[in-house]
């Protein structure tokens, strides 16, 4: 399976800011995705990012609150941009596996916005 | 619609017992996959195992073995003589041939006690 690595592991904000979250991985993969995981709950895809063309937002997300970019086959980033408390979640970037069907899941980057 | 149902929310267990979990799932699809993963509390997601469809062998991994049903639409998790570090939440997930969507059903939260 891949490596999969992201940036920050944990993170403190204010209201009104934004963050982005870096994912970077050890191999090339065609497809990355952005899931949340809200305190206690299961995990909900954000949207799935090819590179070289707009990622594909899921029902309830939109470009505007979680702008992605993917420069790369080994590289996304996620912003939450002007957060709320209603943001503090695990963001868990994932990668698709090698055989099909299968991800594979970055350490997660716990947000806690005040 | 495709749908993941765990209904045990939190199992507790005294080192060295049998634990299972439960997954039942709903699905209009003849081909699909069945995964668990493993949120331990650092909270990155590890994979376990992907099942297909077409395979109704039961899979057994050192502690782990898995029993899937068809006939009940039951993918079951059975951690033999658990461990301390089997605490963790686990996550078992669907996803329809061709798609990399997960649907993810909200998880049980397993506690060994020493």
């Not at chain 1, 009104?16 to 979250?21: A, C, D, H, R, V």
């Not at chain 1, 939109?62 to 408390?85: A, C, Q």
């Not at chain 2, 299972?20 to 493993?38: A, N, S």
């Amino acid at each position: 399976s891949a490596v999969i690595s992201q940036k920050p592991s944990r993170d403190i904000c204010q209201r009104g800011t934004s963050l982005t979250i870096q994912c970077q991985v050890d191999s090339q993969v065609t497809m990355m995705f952005w899931y949340r995981q809200q305190p206690g709950q299961s995990l909900t895809l954000i949207a799935t990012a090819n590179q070289g063309s707009e990622a594909t937002y899921e029902s309830g997300f939109v470009i505007d609150k979680f702008p992605i970019s993917r420069p790369n086959l080994t590289f996304s980033t996620l912003t939450v941009s002007n957060m709320s408390p209603e943001d503090s979640s695990i963001y868990l970037c994932s990668v698709e596996g090698r055989g099909g069907e299968t991800q594979y899941f970055g350490p997660g980057t716990r947000l806690l916005v005040l | 619609a495709q749908k993941v149902t765990q209904a045990q929310t939190e199992i507790s267990v005294v080192e060295k017992e049998d634990v299972t979990l439960d997954c039942v799932y709903e699905t209009r699809d003849t081909t699909y996959y069945l995964f668990w993963y493993k949120q331990p509390p650092s909270g990155e997601l590890v994979f376990l195992i992907r099942r297909n469809s077409f395979d109704e062998q039961n899979e057994i991994s050192g502690r782990y073995s898995w029993n899937f049903q068809k006939s009940t639409s039951s993918f079951n998790f059975t951690i033999t003589a658990s461990q301390v570090v089997d605490s963790a939440v686990y996550f078992c997930a669907l996803s329809r041939a061709g798609s990399y969507q997960l649907t993810f059903g909200k998880g049980t939260k397993l506690s060994v006690i020493p």
